[in-house]
């Protein structure tokens, strides 16, 4: 490449030596690009960047562009920084601007320049990318359209970052997050998919929220080019047990219930050794007697309290333990009360915390005592199944995090529920279809049954906190690593849950002790990390997602992709299904020859989960006809999801040409002239469909 150094003037020097090429030229073209957008390729730009036009002046650099095929250019006032010397000498200007036209020329002769689309031809592909064949039907999801004449440095950084990760990210909203505005900053930051707890507020709030979400993303019925991929999961409430309202000093009395006036508050502070009491009465939950009394959402609290047992308060911040049990004659009076010491030194009792009892025999669950042969029936749902189930569907919400899984039958039970609550609503059946179903592991019983569940769960979520209260502390790390490789080998999605960057909910900034924690769950394997605090009640949601996108590519750098390969090879049983070595021969092949992506064709998502589990260095595109599947593969690592419908007669050419479309634009920019791509979809066999990929294709681009 030819260096052209003529002289510059101080002013030029100081003025461009803090500009990178590219963002030089974008303030030289901008005027350009608003009179004639569709001439300004990509392509062009890079080739420019690569020529050192930085050292030319605004006239020289005028003059290049006009040689990019006579585009005209628009008068512009010269700036201080910017304007020629007087009597400055170009001797090298002829000698650019010519090696500059012929580059460009080149150029043209080989690609086939449309900034609306971004393709790029290939002799050695054409009959199967052939330039009529692109255009904008396909549906570009996941990435949001940068235009790079605007786009500041900060804006690309974080752009080529959500490009780079594999690893997906889940927002909880709340009072933090709930505005349009900070929802469409979310999204265009990296956020994957949206989590609303239904422990936490209303369902006319949480209504409310699913109404915004869906005006930021686009109706799906009216605009699925922006409301494909990013997906919303209601986090039910399960057969949990949580603490009432806690009351500041002006505490209401037993008179009445508590008025508006701050008397409702986030938390009370407590001590080692202050005495406590617990409430399992209605009453209660609104009008405690004092400061001291709190209501449990729990009716066998009473009963089945022994003396000495262990209760725990908000996932571990506060210990109790039971020092006077009441009288069985005594636990239908309304004054009874549980009375708890507090072992914890300096620590807050939340409103409306969860409740766990480690080691209490207490049958918390409905779904466990009901047989399995008896017929499920909308009476044998308990009201808040009820409630969450019917609020899935009436918001036709794609996913489910069941909580509190212990069997499979829990996750089956889910399942017949929604498809009985569809009918009963004339709901279309194929909403509750649609709704993928993560089994939550919570307790001791979901991780002694886990093989049962991941088999007939979409997903998994690895809710730490919750395991915390069941099991060791110390033991967390290795639990979190077991199910992550249990559901990695099983080629299931596994989302982990629960102080992932805590230290961000007061801080711009995360500690060190959170990014490690980030980092490892990332290269434990987990397909999505979540933002619970941070993101909901936190000051700085999009800071922590900006954080946990950066830090999600940081991770992926040391995942050893070959060992992983070779370990889930070796993991799996034998002789291999089809699928199964279909997927691996196509991760093999991509990595030995270097590939830009994996484009799979789709229907439910099975087989990008197969080849996922392999761990491709390179992405994964998955071509999706249904709009739920797109949804869904987009929480599997490493998949990015194009939905196209298309119509009934296309062909499986037309839609793999969409693919590469969508990792050839400006957008996505995953493919260019000259690379391979691997290619996986089913085919026929004697005309009868075998319902698994079974065709692996190299395509050179």
């Given at each position: 490449m030819t260096t052209v150094s003529p002289r510059l003037t101080n002013e030029e020097h100081a003025y461009l030596s803090h500009l990178s090429v590219l963002e030089a030229l974008e303030q030289i073209t901008a005027s350009l690009a608003r009179e004639r957008p569709e001439q300004v390729a990509p392509a062009i730009f890079t080739h420019i960047a690569d020529m050192s036009l930085k050292t030319l002046s605004t006239e020289e650099r005028q003059a290049a562009l006009r040689q990019l095929g006579g585009l005209p250019v628009p008068a512009t006032n010269g700036d201080a920084h910017t304007a020629d010397a007087p009597g400055s000498n170009r001797?090298?200007?002829?000698?650019?601007?010519?090696?500059?036209?012929?580059?460009?020329?080149?150029?043209?002769?080989?690609?086939?320049?449309?900034?609306?689309?971004?393709?790029?031809?290939?002799?050695?592909?054409?009959?199967?990318?052939a330039a009529d064949h692109f255009d904008r039907n396909a549906s570009i999801i996941g990435f949001n359209q940068i235009d790079l004449l605007k786009a500041s440095p900060a804006e690309k950084k974080r752009a080529a970052a959500i490009r780079r990760k594999h690893t997906k990210i889940i927002a909880t909203l709340g009072p933090s997050s709930q505005a349009v505005d900070t929802i469409?900053?979310?999204v265009a930051h990296g956020v994957d998919a949206f989590r609303l707890n239904a422990s936490h507020g209303s369902s006319a709030w949480h209504a409310d929220v699913v109404a915004k979400v869906r005006k930021v993303l686009g109706a799906p019925s009216t605009d699925p080019t922006r409301a494909v991929g990013v997906g919303i999961a209601w986090d039910t409430r399960g057969p949990e047990i949580r603490l009432g309202?806690?009351?500041?000093?002006?505490?209401?009395?037993?008179?009445?219930?508590?008025?508006?006036?701050?008397?409702?508050?986030?938390?009370?502070?407590?001590?080692?050794?202050?005495?406590?009491?617990?409430?399992?009465?209605?009453?209660?939950?609104?009008?405690?007697?004092?400061?001291?009394?709190f209501f449990v959402s729990c009716p066998p609290l009473l009963s089945r309290a022994k003396l000495g047992a262990k209760i725990v308060l908000d996932h571990g911040a506060v210990e109790l333990v039971v020092t006077a049990v009441p009288d069985a004659s005594s636990l239908d009076d309304p004054t009874t009360l549980l009375r708890c010491r507090v072992l914890t030194s300096r620590s807050k009792i939340r409103s409306y915390c969860k409740v766990h009892l480690p080691g209490w025999q207490l049958e918390v669950n409905p779904q466990e005592s009901s047989a399995d042969s008896k017929p499920l029936t909308v009476a044998s749902l308990t009201p808040?199944?009820?409630?969450?189930?019917?609020?899935?569907?009436?918001?036709?919400?794609?996913?489910?995090?069941?909580?509190?899984?212990?069997?499979?039958?829990?996750?089956?039970?889910a399942r017949a529920a929604l498809k009985l609550l569809a009918s009963e609503l004339k709901v279309d059946a194929r909403i509750a279809e649609d709704i993928k179903i993560f089994a939550k592991i919570e307790d001791q019983p979901g991780v002694g049954r886990l093989d049962e569940i991941i088999a007939?769960?979409?997903?998994?979520?690895?809710?730490?906190?919750?395991?915390?209260?069941?099991?060791?502390?110390?033991?967390?790390?290795?639990?979190?690593?077991?199910i992550a490789a249990k559901c990695n080998v099983a080629g299931k999605p596994v989302v982990v849950v629960s102080q992932m960057l805590g230290s961000m909910v007061d801080s711009p900034h995360p500690n060190s002790t959170s990014c490690i924690d980030v980092t490892t769950a990332?290269?434990?394997?987990?397909?999505?990390?979540t933002l619970s605090d941070e993101s909901a009640m936190g000051e700085f949601p999009v800071e922590a997602v900006d954080v946990?996108?950066?830090?999600?590519?940081?991770?992926?750098?040391?995942?050893?992709?070959?060992?992983?390969?070779?370990?889930?090879?070796?993991?799996?049983?034998?002789?291999?299904?089809?699928?199964?070595?279909?997927?691996?021969?196509?991760?093999?092949?991509?990595?030995?020859?270097?590939?830009?992506?994996?484009?799979?064709?789709?229907?439910?998502?099975?087989?990008?989960?197969?080849?996922?589990?392999?761990?491709?260095?390179?992405?994964?595109?998955?071509?999706?006809?249904?709009?739920?599947?797109a949804a869904y593969v987009k929480l599997v690592r490493g998949v990015l999801p194009l939905w196209y419908p298309g119509v009934e007669k296309e062909d499986r050419e037309t839609r793999l040409r969409k693919g590469v479309t969508y990792v050839m634009s400006e957008a996505v920019d995953l493919a260019r002239a000259g690379d391979v791509v691997v290619m996986l979809h089913g085919d026929l066999q004697n005309q009868v469909a075998t319902g698994y990929a079974n065709v692996v294709r190299v395509v050179p681009l």
């Amino acid at each position: 490449m030819t260096t052209v150094s003529p002289r510059l003037t101080n002013e030029e020097h100081a003025y461009l030596s803090h500009l990178s090429v590219l963002e030089a030229l974008e303030q030289i073209t901008a005027s350009l690009a608003r009179e004639r957008p569709e001439q300004v390729a990509p392509a062009i730009f890079t080739h420019i960047a690569d020529m050192s036009l930085k050292t030319l002046s605004t006239e020289e650099r005028q003059a290049a562009l006009r040689q990019l095929g006579g585009l005209p250019v628009p008068a512009t006032n010269g700036d201080a920084h910017t304007a020629d010397a007087p009597g400055s000498n170009r001797p090298a200007q002829a000698s650019a601007l010519a090696g500059m036209a012929s580059s460009v020329s080149q150029l043209h002769h080989h690609l086939t320049l449309d900034v609306g689309v971004g393709q790029q031809q290939s002799t050695s592909a054409s009959d199967l990318f052939a330039a009529d064949h692109f255009d904008r039907n396909a549906s570009i999801i996941g990435f949001n359209q940068i235009d790079l004449l605007k786009a500041s440095p900060a804006e690309k950084k974080r752009a080529a970052a959500i490009r780079r990760k594999h690893t997906k990210i889940i927002a909880t909203l709340g009072p933090s997050s709930q505005a349009v505005d900070t929802i469409a900053e979310l999204v265009a930051h990296g956020v994957d998919a949206f989590r609303l707890n239904a422990s936490h507020g209303s369902s006319a709030w949480h209504a409310d929220v699913v109404a915004k979400v869906r005006k930021v993303l686009g109706a799906p019925s009216t605009d699925p080019t922006r409301a494909v991929g990013v997906g919303i999961a209601w986090d039910t409430r399960g057969p949990e047990i949580r603490l009432g309202a806690v009351f500041s000093a002006s505490s209401p009395t037993t008179a009445g219930p508590a008025s508006a006036a701050g008397e409702v508050t986030r938390f009370v502070p407590v001590v080692a050794e202050q005495e406590i009491n617990l409430s399992v009465h209605a009453p209660h939950r609104l009008s405690p007697p004092d400061r001291t009394t709190f209501f449990v959402s729990c009716p066998p609290l009473l009963s089945r309290a022994k003396l000495g047992a262990k209760i725990v308060l908000d996932h571990g911040a506060v210990e109790l333990v039971v020092t006077a049990v009441p009288d069985a004659s005594s636990l239908d009076d309304p004054t009874t009360l549980l009375r708890c010491r507090v072992l914890t030194s300096r620590s807050k009792i939340r409103s409306y915390c969860k409740v766990h009892l480690p080691g209490w025999q207490l049958e918390v669950n409905p779904q466990e005592s009901s047989a399995d042969s008896k017929p499920l029936t909308v009476a044998s749902l308990t009201p808040y199944e009820k409630e969450d189930y019917e609020f899935a569907l009436r918001q036709r919400l794609e996913f489910l995090f069941l909580s509190y899984t212990r069997t499979a039958n829990d996750i089956n039970r889910a399942r017949a529920a929604l498809k009985l609550l569809a009918s009963e609503l004339k709901v279309d059946a194929r909403i509750a279809e649609d709704i993928k179903i993560f089994a939550k592991i919570e307790d001791q019983p979901g991780v002694g049954r886990l093989d049962e569940i991941i088999a007939v769960a979409d997903g998994v979520v690895i809710s730490r906190h919750d395991l915390a209260a069941d099991f060791p502390a110390k033991k967390i790390f290795a639990l979190q690593k077991f199910i992550a490789a249990k559901c990695n080998v099983a080629g299931k999605p596994v989302v982990v849950v629960s102080q992932m960057l805590g230290s961000m909910v007061d801080s711009p900034h995360p500690n060190s002790t959170s990014c490690i924690d980030v980092t490892t769950a990332v290269i434990d394997g987990v397909d999505a990390i979540t933002l619970s605090d941070e993101s909901a009640m936190g000051e700085f949601p999009v800071e922590a997602v900006d954080v946990a996108v950066e830090l999600s590519v940081e991770g992926e750098k040391f995942i050893n992709r070959r060992q992983a390969f070779a370990d889930m090879v070796e993991h799996q049983r034998r002789p291999f299904q089809p699928e199964e070595a279909v997927a691996s021969a196509a991760v093999n092949t991509a990595s030995e020859l270097s590939a830009s992506c994996i484009i799979a064709l789709t229907t439910k998502g099975n087989c990008c989960q197969s080849v996922a589990k392999y761990a491709p260095a390179c992405p994964v595109v998955a071509i999706c006809k249904e709009q739920a599947t797109a949804a869904y593969v987009k929480l599997v690592r490493g998949v990015l999801p194009l939905w196209y419908p298309g119509v009934e007669k296309e062909d499986r050419e037309t839609r793999l040409r969409k693919g590469v479309t969508y990792v050839m634009s400006e957008a996505v920019d995953l493919a260019r002239a000259g690379d391979v791509v691997v290619m996986l979809h089913g085919d026929l066999q004697n005309q009868v469909a075998t319902g698994y990929a079974n065709v692996v294709r190299v395509v050179p681009l």
